[in-house]
């Protein structure tokens, strides 16, 4: 399983993007899939995540209401829709899958297959 994300670029505060993790494979469609960032010196966060038949997603507390997952099981791909972007949005987005149980969604411990990432800047 291989992972592509893309759709990162330099923003202006208040713009939106939106980010795409298309996986190679026949599984794709089984499994939850997450959005996590970081930023150089500091811990991989979590940002969202969506189940399997999308109809579940989850989101960390800083992009609610902000960010929007979605998935297409037909095209093998992951979307996060992000609105209203801040300069603390500013990190390098990663896709994987979530290997272990929803409840553990959050961990990045749980997830496998990271995706090689997408720079996402936002300018103040």
């Known amino acids: 399983v291989q992972l592509q994300a893309s759709g990162g670029g330099l923003v202006q505060a208040g713009d939106s993007l939106r980010l795409s993790c298309i996986a190679s494979?026949?599984?794709?469609?089984?499994?939850?899939m997450g959005w996590f960032r970081q930023n150089p010196g500091k811990e991989r966060e979590f940002v969202a995540v969506?189940?399997?038949?999308?109809?579940?997603?989850d989101y960390a507390d800083s992009v609610k209401g902000r960010f929007t997952v979605s998935r297409d099981n037909a095209k093998n791909t992951m979307y996060l829709q992000m609105n209203s972007l801040k300069s603390e949005d500013t990190a390098v987005y990663y896709c994987?899958?979530?290997?272990?149980?929803?409840?553990?969604?959050?961990?990045?411990?749980?997830?496998?297959?990271w995706g090689q990432g997408t720079l996402v800047t936002v300018s103040s």
């Open positions: 994987a899958r979530l290997r272990g149980e929803w409840q553990l969604r959050s961990d990045p411990r749980q997830y496998e297959y």
């Open positions: 969506i189940n399997w038949s999308g109809s579940s997603s």
């Open positions: 494979g026949r599984t794709f469609r089984s499994y939850a």
